[in-house]
């Protein structure tokens, strides 16, 4: 039986040619948020009011940024009878504090007792598409209905919010607190 002759010997490259990379690259992102006595937020306090310490010793500080960072916020509230009167006030009060806000804030609303998000500035049907809720309105034959026009002329998107049915979806901005629900059959 003849033997493959052995294969000829990978050539290795020289130990010189061999390109090495070193990077060393360590950047700590530390965030800080300052207030006075009374927790008032300042804005103005400069780099060098801050010092950084690792193990007792004073660490670098390359990059100082001031940045208002989005957040997400859920304000409650209070729905009971004594509300009644006031409860549209405090709904526009907590929209005027989240308009103020960074852009890219996120607000809490409920559709059918689940919390979701939404983006400043959404209307409650796209809010609701964007969580994956395309049904807003069961009608009288049963069916599922949702968005269609998208511009308030169809009314397929009629939806309970807070409580007052016949909502379109499509024309209510959606606010932090609000709650939402399908409407069934005719309202
Ligand atoms: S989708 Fe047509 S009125 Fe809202």
């Known amino acids: 039986m003849a033997q493959a002759p052995p294969a000829p010997p990978q050539a290795q490259p020289a130990q010189e040619d061999v390109p090495l990379y070193r990077l060393d690259a360590r950047l700590v992102l530390l965030h ?33 940024r001031r940045e208002d960072v989005p957040v997400s916020m859920g304000i409650i509230i209070d729905n009971s009878g004594s509300m009644s009167n006031k409860r549209s006030r405090v709904a526009g009060a907590a929209l005027d504090l989240v308009k103020q806000s960074n852009s890219d804030d996120e607000v809490l609303f409920s559709f059918e007792n689940r919390q979701l998000k939404a983006r400043l500035g959404q209307s409650v049907a796209a809010a609701l598409l964007a969580n994956g809720i395309r049904t807003l309105r069961i009608d009288e034959a049963g069916n599922p209905k949702g968005i269609l026009c998208g511009i308030g002329y169809c009314f397929e998107c009629r939806c309970v919010i807070d409580d007052e049915s016949d909502q379109r979806a499509c024309m209510v901005e959606v606010k932090p607190g609000m709650r939402v629900r399908r409407q069934q059959g005719l309202a």
Do not use: M, Y
């Open 32 to 64: 800080a948020s300052v207030v006075d006595k009374n927790g008032k937020l300042l804005t103005n306090v400069p780099q060098s009011a801050f010092k950084v310490f690792e193990d007792g010793v004073e660490q670098p500080i390359r990059l100082f």
